[in-house]
């Protein structure tokens, strides 16, 4: 039997018999997923599909049709090459044939022709490519993606490396279990090597002193506890100097490592740029009881000193840096616009009532006072924010006109509940109504109880709440 590419039958005859016309279109239209039967003139003559699920637009009128004015352009010379080289021994290569399709989706078929009979005809037995090619699309689509998704990776890889290579602090990455250092930065090499020996695979702890490695253990415990963020100050036991060391969870995989930072308590590089007085007066700002923050000119908190961070209940300076100012001042949207487009105006503001809302929630009455400072080009606002504490209500005098009392209950809207503030309205109508009282009755509280329809217990009791005039008096007349 001829070649069709693989070995044929050895016995083609003793092994099949004589099998009929009937049975050979069957097999032939059983073998591929479509059949042509062609004549010596490249008409196609039949038909046959072997699958339900292959079609191909205008199947229909191939018969009678040249097999060559069935495909698509380019297809052509592909036809004539499968219809020359078809012989009765020999069968054609296998050629990709392509045919018009829905929506210029061509349809693609491989084809192989052989000559059978003796009136010249060929029969051409075509496998659909559409599910190969298909398959081949989603490969190319999946390479492209895994390449751009790796193009990515180590252009991250590169901006990592560099800010990793450049950053004034030190960045160390250890192993959680063990707490050996997996990668140190120049930086960090610097701070605790001195460039003497290599960091990478040796214990962190061991670069600090005993006090500062059983500080470093404990807060390890507790980074790997909580899942917080957390810092302490510990000393480096070869030069002797303190650093704020600050730790994070990182997971890779299955493992777990903490990125620390490692930042001197007095940076070296501000006490060689700027005085003793001006480093003092950091110092000083820092230790301020008063909270002081600094933002950009949006309002993104750029630093916190130590009191702001427990007004705001806080656990560290992390949870503040980054976040925007209006978070914890104010109605959100509200009073920090005010604030700021003040400060853009005139450069300072004095004593701007509002309220701070800690992380937690809590609410505290607070007076701000801002200015704006530009350096190199760059504006950046600082606040000094000072909690006010409760006073007790002291006695209206009598010259104090209404207005002005209103004024100030008009200040507290926004700023607390209509219900407190209401309540607030209420007691400062009844305080007023009361001193008009003693001052029509020259100071005699039986017919001041007595006009404002109250018991003089009542009075007394109301004297005491609002701290008007002197109750010594109170038993003698009782």
Same mark, same amino acid.
């Given at each position: 039997m001829?070649?069709?590419?693989?070995k044929?039958f050895r016995?083609?005859?003793?092994?099949?018999?004589?099998i009929?016309?009937?049975?050979?279109?069957r097999?032939a239209?059983?073998?591929?997923?479509?059949?042509?039967?062609?004549?010596?003139?490249?008409?196609?003559v039949?038909?046959?599909f072997g699958t339900?699920a292959?079609?191909v637009e205008?199947?229909?009128d191939?018969?009678?049709?040249r097999w060559?004015?069935?495909?698509?352009s380019?297809?052509q010379?592909?036809?004539e090459?499968i219809?020359a080289?078809?012989?009765e021994?020999?069968?054609?290569?296998?050629?990709?044939?392509?045919?018009?399709?829905?929506e210029d989706?061509?349809?693609?078929?491989?084809?192989?022709a052989i000559?059978?009979?003796?009136?010249?005809?060929?029969v051409?037995l075509?496998r659909?490519l559409?599910?190969m090619?298909q398959l081949?699309?989603?490969?190319?689509?999946a390479?492209?993606?895994?390449?751009?998704?790796?193009?990515?990776?180590?252009?991250?890889e590169?901006?990592?490396?560099?800010?990793f290579?450049?950053?004034n602090e030190?960045?160390?990455i250890?192993?959680?279990g063990?707490?050996?250092?997996i990668?140190?930065?120049?930086r960090?090499?610097?701070?605790?090597?001195r !460039?003497?020996r290599?960091?990478?695979? @040796? =214990? %962190?702890t061991?670069?600090f002193?005993?006090?500062? &490695?059983?500080a470093?253990? $404990?807060?390890?415990?507790a980074?790997r506890?909580?899942g917080?963020?957390?810092?302490?100050?510990?000393q480096?036991?070869?030069?002797?100097e303190t650093?704020t060391?600050t730790?994070s969870l990182l997971?890779?995989?299955?493992?777990?490592l903490?990125l620390?930072r490692?930042m001197?308590?007095?940076?070296?590089?501000?006490?060689?740029e700027?005085?003793?007085?001006?480093?003092?007066l950091?110092?000083?700002?820092?230790?301020?009881?008063?909270g002081?923050?600094?933002?950009?000119t949006? !309002?993104?908190i750029l630093?916190?000193? @130590? =009191? %702001?961070?427990?007004m705001a209940r806080a656990?560290? &300076?992390?949870?503040?840096? $980054?976040?925007?100012?209006?978070?914890?001042?104010?109605?959100?949207g509200?009073d920090l616009s005010?604030l700021?487009?003040?400060l853009?105006?005139?450069?300072?503001l004095?004593?701007?009532e509002?309220?701070l809302?800690s992380i937690?929630?809590?609410?505290?009455?607070?007076?701000v006072s801002?200015?704006?400072?530009a350096?190199?080009?760059?504006?950046?606002?600082?606040?000094?924010?000072r909690?006010?504490r409760?006073?007790?209500?002291?006695?209206?005098?009598?010259?104090v006109?209404?207005?002005?009392s209103?004024?100030?209950? @008009?200040?507290l809207v926004?700023?607390?509940p209509l219900?407190?503030l209401?309540?607030?309205t209420?007691?400062?109508i009844?305080?007023?109504?009361?001193?008009a009282?003693?001052?029509?009755?020259?100071?005699?509280?039986a017919l001041?109880?007595?006009?404002?329809?109250?018991?003089?217990?009542?009075?007394y009791t109301k004297l005491?709440?609002?701290g008007?005039a002197?109750?010594?008096t109170?038993?003698t007349e009782?």
């Open positions: 001829s070649d069709l590419g693989t044929g016995q083609p005859r003793r092994s099949l018999g004589q009929d016309t009937d049975a050979a279109a097999l239209a059983v073998a591929a997923d479509v059949s042509l039967i062609i004549d010596r003139k490249g008409t196609i039949d038909v046959a339900a292959f079609t205008g199947w229909e191939w018969i009678g049709k060559i004015d069935t495909v698509t380019e297809s010379p592909k036809v090459a219809l080289e078809a012989t021994e020999k069968p054609s290569r296998w050629r990709q044939v392509n045919y018009p399709g829905h989706n061509d349809v693609p078929v491989l084809y192989s000559k059978i009979g003796n009136k010249g005809r060929l051409a075509g659909e559409r599910s090619a081949q699309q989603r490969l190319i689509t390479q492209q993606s895994i390449e751009r998704e790796y193009a990515r990776l180590r252009q991250l590169t901006r990592y490396k560099l800010l290579q450049i950053a030190g960045v160390v250890c192993d959680a063990s707490l050996r250092i990668e140190a930065n120049p960090a090499e610097e701070m605790l090597a !460039g003497n290599p960091l990478v695979g @040796t =214990s %962190f061991r670069a002193t005993s006090d500062g &490695e059983a470093l253990r $404990g807060m390890f415990a980074v506890a909580r917080e963020i957390d810092e302490t100050a510990v480096i036991k070869e030069s002797g650093v060391v730790a997971r890779q995989g299955d493992a777990t903490f620390l490692l001197p308590a007095t940076p070296a590089s501000l006490s060689q700027v005085g003793l007085s001006d480093i003092a950091l110092g000083l700002v820092e230790r301020l009881p008063d002081f923050v600094v933002t950009n949006d !309002g993104l630093d916190a000193n @130590t =009191s %702001f961070i427990e656990a560290s &300076e992390e949870h503040i840096k $980054g976040r925007y100012l209006e978070e914890f001042l104010g109605r959100q509200v005010v700021l487009s003040n853009r105006e005139h450069g300072q004095r004593h701007f509002t309220t809302r937690v929630g809590t609410l505290e009455d607070v007076d801002a200015a704006m400072v350096d190199n080009g760059q504006s950046a606002f600082g606040f000094t924010i909690p006010i409760s006073r007790p209500v002291q006695a209206s005098r009598p010259d006109p209404l207005a002005r209103v004024d100030e209950m @008009t200040k926004g700023r607390i219900r407190d209401v309540r607030e209420t007691d400062m009844e305080r007023l109504c009361i001193e009282a003693l001052k029509l009755t020259q100071d005699n509280r001041a109880a007595e006009m404002l329809g109250l018991s003089r217990q009542s009075l005491r709440r609002y008007i002197d109750l010594d109170e038993e009782s």
